[in-house]
């Protein structure tokens, strides 16, 4: 199955984490329906992020032998959060929580490489080759919002996921990449 392929599969993953969840927390009427919309983010994005490991690592795509789970679980919840300040900030101002969101997602992406990466989680907290692809995908989650609002979800999801691909291809490329140490 070509890479392409693969990224695809992972990004679909994603989008329907990210639609679900928007769908659940918007409708959210109690504290244990925001709990659930969160949970979706949280297990949606570790097995996105598992699927992420096993293509950049040319591995089965749900192979979990020597994934560090644990790490992208990690991973995971931090994206989590971010998607949800996202979500209450674009409630407020949508050009704040657009640059909170590709700000926060650069500190994500470049967590997320160190994993992908064999390194500690935290050992390195801004790779400024994570920015440009950080932003694809905050433009693209912002698009997706505008258009979800305007009745024009379905229009939205594809933005999203175009941007999502984007990313994702851009992200396995560089994890792909030997780190240059100064």
Same mark, same amino acid.
């Given at each position: 199955?070509?890479?392409?392929?693969?990224? =695809?599969?992972?990004?679909?993953?994603?989008?329907?984490?990210?639609?679900?969840?928007?769908?659940? =927390?918007?409708?959210?009427?109690?504290?244990?329906?925001?709990?659930?919309?969160?949970?979706?983010?949280?297990?949606?994005?570790?097995?996105?992020?598992?699927?992420?490991?096993?293509?950049?690592?040319?591995?089965?795509?749900?192979?979990?032998?020597?994934?560090?789970?644990?790490?992208?679980?990690?991973?995971?919840?931090?994206?989590?959060?971010?998607?949800?300040?996202?979500?209450?900030?674009?409630?407020?101002?949508?050009?704040?929580?657009?640059?909170?969101?590709?700000?926060?997602?650069?500190?994500?992406?470049?967590?997320?490489?160190?994993?992908?990466?064999?390194?500690?989680?935290?050992?390195?907290?801004?790779?400024?080759?994570?920015?440009?692809?950080?932003?694809?995908?905050?433009?693209?989650?912002?698009?997706?919002?505008?258009?979800?609002?305007?009745?024009?979800?379905?229009?939205?999801?594809?933005?999203?996921?175009?941007?999502?691909?984007?990313?994702?291809?851009?992200?396995? =490329?560089?994890?792909?990449?030997?780190?240059?140490? =100064?």
């Amino acid at each position: 199955m070509s890479d392409q392929l693969r990224i =695809a599969i992972f990004t679909i993953v994603e989008g329907v984490t990210l639609v679900v969840w928007l769908a659940l =927390a918007r409708g959210a009427a109690s504290i244990g329906s925001m709990i659930a919309a969160l949970a979706v983010l949280v297990v949606g994005f570790t097995v996105e992020h598992i699927m992420a490991y096993n293509v950049i690592h040319n591995r089965g795509l749900l192979d979990l032998r020597g994934v560090p789970v644990g790490q992208k679980s990690v991973v995971s919840l931090i994206e989590s959060g971010i998607w949800a300040l996202w979500l209450v900030l674009a409630g407020l101002n949508a050009i704040l929580a657009g640059v909170v969101l590709a700000g926060l997602l650069v500190l994500e992406h470049t967590i997320s490489d160190n994993v992908f990466k064999g390194r500690g989680t935290f050992s390195r907290l801004l790779d400024a080759r994570t920015i440009g692809f950080s932003l694809i995908e905050a433009v693209g989650a912002g698009i997706w919002l505008v258009l979800v609002d305007a009745n024009m979800a379905v229009v939205g999801i594809v933005i999203l996921l175009v941007a999502s691909f984007i990313e994702h291809t851009l992200a396995v =490329a560089l994890a792909r990449k030997q780190t240059v140490r =100064a």
